[in-house]
């Protein structure tokens, strides 16, 4: 006797079931109505065809297609200045019997192409989108679709600054003298301090302006500039070297057993610096290890950026970086210095010009492939400080290799107009949730037009529209201008790229 599988069988009678089920449909109603009708008149595929005239690799650019709202469009858009005047297009239906493709015209007479009959006619997206009008195969659903080719209207696609704003800073103050941030555990915390009075403000989102401001006693002498965060508490020394430790947030310090004449940063447990010497040479120095050795007289003693720790796969230990500063006879220093784990060493290829107290960021650019796929990738940003010739830098510079080379950074990621030239400042980055509402505390800086196609997205049949993402902001504490004057206001940015509401 023949044994049949049980799994078998129950497909065996599954399919019996459909086909009764279909027979029943056919003569209940000869002529159903067909309750997939935007399959019917579905578009399978869109494709530019190949034109090296226009643009290498055109036919490999990536187009999405929206069945919900009927939109077929290229959510990375083709470099500022690609010619859409004149592109032939590729596509695939379901079975239909009409595809005609609606060109406006300059004079409000549109041109129609019969897709069916002249597929390899140039369609000109330079007027914006063009309608694709489909008729089923059985001739009773229509659709009509917008296809759009983006370009785009912007310099490309790298870095440029996009939501700009500021509020005021988060002190009771009323005339503060200096203004220092830094970040430790995921909290913001912004130190401000006048001729009598001193604060420490803590917020675990700057966005928001949720600071919770505190009056403090800090001690003699103490350098609000020289805080700076390690793993488990916040350091900063006096004006006699004498290293000071805080383990609640800045709001009280005591003296440790060491000195240090500048502070780099965090690393790890512990914390790295310089020491004078009497001879006016500098050594390395750490807590709680001690003196490591002397510091080269191209390295820099004072005035570097605060210290950016990462990890990679080409060492074991973690790496600390600084840029800037200058070294023991008073020269301005470029190049970016580093600490493996156990020495220092210059590993800039090509560096940025010489200055005292810039900035230094870890961040975001965005690259596209010869396909037209676009990458995030970490970055490092420099910016602000003091040049030799006594002016102050304003050029934003970027690294996409983790400080070794660095170049100017596009006319876009340079500062807004508004935003002030700074030496001294101090940067933080903090991811915020972006959504049609700004928070009503950041007054908002005049900033390039959005492409309004990135700003109108339709969400999926029966899905919740995204209408909020998170972004990492830049904000901009303290400083001084070239009149000496304090920067009294925190300034936030962060990458127009960043900005675009994700595909759904």
Known sequence: MKRYNPLYMMLVALCGLFVFSACNDSDDNDDPVDDSAEFAVMVKTFSLNADDSILSNLDQVYFSIDLNTATVFNADSLPLGTRVDSLGVSMTFSSVSVADITMPGSNGQDT?????????????????????????????????????????????????????????????ISDPEVIHAVDFAGKAICFAAGVNESTVALSSNPANNDWDVKSVTLPAGFVVNSVVAASDALYARDENDNLLKSTDNGLSWTAVNAKMSHIYGGYGAMVL???????????????????????????????????????????????????????????????????????????????????????????????????????????????????ADGTLSRTVYVSYDRGTSWTS??????????????????????????????????????????????????????????????????????????????????????????????LQ
């Open 273 to 387: 610096g310089t020491l004078k010497q009497s001879d006016g040479t500098y050594d390395y120095v750490s807590y709680p290890e001690g003196v490591s050795g002397k510091v080269l007289t191209s390295a820099p003693v004072d005035a570097t950026s605060s210290a950016v720790t990462y990890t990679s796969e080409w060492s074991t230990t973690p790496m600390m970086i600084v840029i800037g500063g200058r070294t023991a006879a008073g020269e301005h220093v470029g190049a970016v210095w580093a600490f493996d784990g156990s020495q220092w060493a210059a590993i800039s290829s090509t560096s940025i010009p010489g200055v005292a107290a810039p900035v230094l960021i870890p961040y975001f650019a965005f690259k596209t492939s010869e396909n037209w796929i676009v990458t995030k990738e970490s970055v490092l940003l420099a910016f602000g400080g003091d040049l």
């Open 112 to 172: 129609v192409v019969n897709y069916l009959q002249n597929s390899s006619e140039a369609i000109d997206f330079s007027r914006g989108y063009v309608s694709l009008h489909l008729v089923s195969a059985n001739e009773k659903v229509e659709r009509d679709y917008r296809i759009f080719v983006n370009v785009h209207k912007m310099k490309p696609d790298s870095l440029a600054w996009g939501d700009a704003s500021w509020s005021a800073c988060p002190t009771t």
């Open 409 to 502: 950074a596009g006319e876009l990621m340079q500062l807004p107009s508004a935003v002030p030239t700074l030496s001294g400042a101090s940067a933080l980055v903090f991811e915020n949730t972006i959504s049609s509402r700004a928070a009503s505390a950041w007054r908002s800086l005049e900033m390039p037009v959005m492409p309004a196609w990135f700003s109108v997205r339709s969400s999926a049949r029966g899905i919740k529209p995204i209408e909020s993402w998170e972004c990492p902001y830049i904000y901009l504490f303290g400083g001084n201008t070239s009149g000496g004057e304090l920067n009294t206001r925190v300034w936030r940015g962060l990458i127009n790229r960043l900005m675009f509401k994700p």
